[in-house]
Every structure is written in C-alpha cells, then in structure tokens.
C-alpha cells in the first residue's frame, strides 16, 4: 500500500497554484453527453475522480482525447447506449450525473447506484423527485435506477433539502426538456454556476444558477465549444487551512477569493493574517491561533468538505473550539485517526468539541475519506516528528499533485509507492 512520510513541523512558504475544480468537472464531463459535437474541456485536475469519469464516458461510446495535461476533448455524437450500470460506476458518486445527462439525451437511462465517500446515509430522493417532477417513471432493480419517459416537460420542483447533486441534476434532464423548468431552494455552490455556464456556453438556457432560484428554458440542441473550469475552491481552502495551521507565508494562487470568504472570515477570527488580490489569496501566520466555532453549511456558508481541516487547525488553537457538522449525518468518523496525533477532540452527535492541546506528536494514521486524507496530511505537517499516513487512494482521487505542491512549499514530504496496487485502480 502507497503511503506518504511526513516530517512535520517545518513552515509553509511560497506559492501554490491551485488546480480545477473537482466538484465541478465530475458534473461538466457528463454533462458533454447532452452536446451534439466536440467539447474541449480546460483547466481539468489530474485526478483519480477525473480517470473514472472519463473511462466511464468511454465505456459508453465517447472518443476522449487528452490535448495536454489539463485539456480534454470529448466528442459525445456517437454515443448511443443509455446504460451505465457497472462497477467503475458504483465506485463513484458523482456517477449519478449520468441519470440526468442519459435521461436528457435519450429520454431514458439505466445507471447503477453511486458509491463515494461514507459519511453516513446519503440519498439520492431529490434527484428522483426532480426527474419525476419532468415526466420520467422510475423503477428500482439489481442495483440499478431504471428512468424512461416519453418526452421530459418542464416543471416546477421546489427541493426539500439544498443539495448540490440533486441540483447539477435536474439541470442536466432539463436542458433538453419541453418548456420551463423552474428549481426552487437550489444549491448555490460556485460548481453549480460552473456546470450552468459550461451548459450556457454550449446554447443552454439557463438562467439564476448561483441564486436558490434556477430557471432552464428548453433548448432542442447544444453545440460543440470550447469552456474552461473553474479553480477548486475546497482545494484552495485546503492549502490555506494548511498555511494557518502549520504557520507559515503562502501565496495561493488562481482562485476566486470571493469563492472563500467563509474560510478568510474564520482565519481572520483565529488570528491569522489573510490578505485577498484579485485572483490568488495570501495566509500568514506565525502564532498559536485563537479557538473558534464553525458550523458547516451549504454555499455561501463554511464548506462541510474543509470541516476536517478546520477540526484539526483548532486542535493546537488556545482553548477550546466547537465545530458543528450540520451537511452530513456523519463525518466525523476520522477524529479516532486526528486522537493518534494527541489531539483531544470529544464528539457529541454533530458537534465535535476541541481541546487545543500545545502541539501534535507524528503517528500513522489512515485517510478515511478523501478530504479526512488531506487532514490527516495537514495534521502531519503540524506535528513533532515523523508521521505516515496510508490509504491514499482517497487523497488520489481528488487532491491534484498534493505532495508536489506541499514540497514546492517546503514541507518535508516523500510518497512510498508499493507497485504491487496503482492507485489508478481504486477510485471510491
Ligand atoms: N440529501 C438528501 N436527499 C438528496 C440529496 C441530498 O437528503 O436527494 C442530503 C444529503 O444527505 C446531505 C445534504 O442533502 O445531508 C447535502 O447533500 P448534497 O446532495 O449537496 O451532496 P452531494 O451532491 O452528494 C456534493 C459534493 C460533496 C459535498 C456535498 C455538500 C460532489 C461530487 N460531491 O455531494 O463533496 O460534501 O456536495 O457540499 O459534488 C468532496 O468533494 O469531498 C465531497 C464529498
């Protein structure tokens, strides 16, 4: 098993470039099978989310050609099956993208259920109540969603939970469909506006993507064009939690500062020195931080996927922080891997409180999911010592050349490769 060695306590300083966002190019590659013509795709992140996405595009027909290392070109023309129902396809969640771009083409869809991270349960309800709300019937057989209808007609769906899958979604069935479809309490993350953008871009009409109102107009076809992705704002939040926590001087750079006002704002009340430019974000810091308390919330609010990090920024924080995990029912399943570094840290249902101890001692430690992995690296970077973190798999399928980067920053950080399992080959 690949693991990374970690000795910690050494300052971050420099400059990182942040790469696209993964949250968003796993929801635009599938959104290329509602085009009718080429797609190339810019700024796309070298990731294991990214590998599985297209080998299951490709799997169902699309020619995809690498350009260069950050652009794909997709060619959907061809494709002519509406079933995706294999095992690359359970591995991942945002495979369900493929209901609502399948059902949007043909009118009819046969996908397996997503996998993805465990964070407790996470239902998929929205979505199918949004493409029933459109026309289509839905059945339920041998791991696999069964959607069909005769012609998708625009409705008015207003969602019971803010989700960002169920979102993307409905957006995706939508496009094509006859009529107005009007989405109510819709996600507002900046991979939601990404994903209407790329679909704007292409002849989509869509309209108030960013707003908890999205409006789509039909349109009959969309047309091959060239669109770039946005930056990864939850991989930006990650360095620049990182440069709070272990202290430091970084520069991040190709970001959408507005994308982070929730982190800036929490870095500020702990103590450290943000200063935002137009299109990168600066994090200093060279004291102990003041403890705090978070809630995650959907966007605009402090994003559930950097809750991990900030967790394990508060644990060396100067008293006690509370932290309350308010998106999922249960991410907090990493805090026993964070108590190895000497962390004390007691959860109670959603809220995990933090006993900022004066320093983190090096452990091994494993990644339970992909952004627990980088708190587990961050965690190592904090500590005294040596440290190694394994099932890396996590880290690989959505942190782009994370120990490149960290490297470039001066940490002290080697991955161990075991030839024996390409992290290629796991992607969950
Ligand atoms: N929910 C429902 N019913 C639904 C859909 C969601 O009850 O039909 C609930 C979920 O159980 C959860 C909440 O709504 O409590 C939010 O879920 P959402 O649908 O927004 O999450 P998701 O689309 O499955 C995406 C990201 C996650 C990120 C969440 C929240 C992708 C591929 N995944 O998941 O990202 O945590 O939004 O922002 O976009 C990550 O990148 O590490 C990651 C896990």
Redesign the pocket.
């Known amino acids: 098993m690949d693991k990374l060695v970690i000795n910690g306590g050494k300052s971050l300083n420099g400059s990182v470039t942040i790469s696209g966002a993964?949250?968003a190019v796993?929801?635009i590659i599938p959104a290329a099978l509602l085009v009718d013509g080429k797609c190339i795709i810019e700024n796309v992140p070298t990731i294991d989310d990214v590998s599985v996405i297209t080998d299951i595009l490709s799997q169902l027909g699309a020619k995809i050609k690498l350009i260069n290392k950050t652009t794909l070109e997709i060619d959907c023309t061809h494709v002519d099956t509406y079933c995706a129902d294999n095992s690359m396809v359970r591995k991942m969640?945002?495979s369900y993208y493929l209901m609502g771009a399948l059902l949007g083409k043909f009118n009819k869809a046969v996908v397996s259920m997503p996998g993805?991270?465990d964070?407790g349960?996470?239902?998929?309800?929205?979505?199918?109540k949004g493409f029933k709300a459109l026309g289509a019937e839905i059945t339920q057989e041998n791991g696999n969603y069964s959607l069909r209808a005769d012609q998708l007609v625009g409705s008015h769906i207003f969602f019971?939970?803010?989700?960002?899958?169920?979102t993307i979604n409905v957006m995706l069935a939508a496009v094509k469909a006859q009529g107005l479809t009007i989405i109510e309490n819709a996600?507002k993350?900046p991979?939601i506006v990404d994903v209407a953008n790329f679909l704007n871009s292409m002849g989509a009409n869509i309209k108030g993507a960013g707003t908890d109102v999205i409006k789509i107009k039909g349109v009959d076809f969309l047309r091959g064009g060239t669109y770039s992705v946005i930056p990864d704002y939850?991989e930006a939040g990650t360095y620049m939690l990182m440069a709070a926590g272990v202290g430091g001087d970084v520069i991040i750079k190709n970001v959408i500062p507005k994308h982070l006002e929730s982190i800036s704002a929490k870095l500020i009340e702990t103590g450290a020195n943000v200063v935002e430019y137009d299109d990168s974000i600066r994090v200093i810091n060279s004291s102990r931080l003041q403890p705090c308390r978070i809630k995650t919330l959907?966007?605009p609010g402090f994003?559930?996927?950097l809750q991990p990090l900030a967790v394990t920024l508060l644990t060396t924080a100067s008293g006690t922080s509370y932290v309350n995990e308010s998106?999922?029912?249960n991410r907090f399943q990493y805090i026993d891997e964070l108590r190895r570094f000497g962390a004390n840290i007691n959860v109670d249902g959603n809220t995990a409180s933090i006993e900022g101890v004066s320093r983190l001692e090096g452990c091994q430690a494993k990644a339970v999911?992909?952004?627990a992995g980088a708190a587990m690296v961050m965690a190592a970077l904090m500590a005294q010592g040596q440290s190694e973190i394994t099932n890396l798999k996590y880290i690989d399928r959505?942190y782009e050349d994370l120990e490149e980067k960290l490297t470039n920053l001066g940490a002290d950080i080697k991955r161990i490769c075991d030839f024996e399992g390409s992290p290629l080959n796991i992607a969950n």
């Open positions: 993964k949250n796993v929801a969640r945002a993805g991270c964070f349960s996470r239902p998929i309800d929205q979505h199918l019971d939970v803010v989700s960002v899958g169920a996600a993350e991979h939850i959907p966007y994003p559930t996927d998106v999922w029912d999911d992909l952004r959505g």
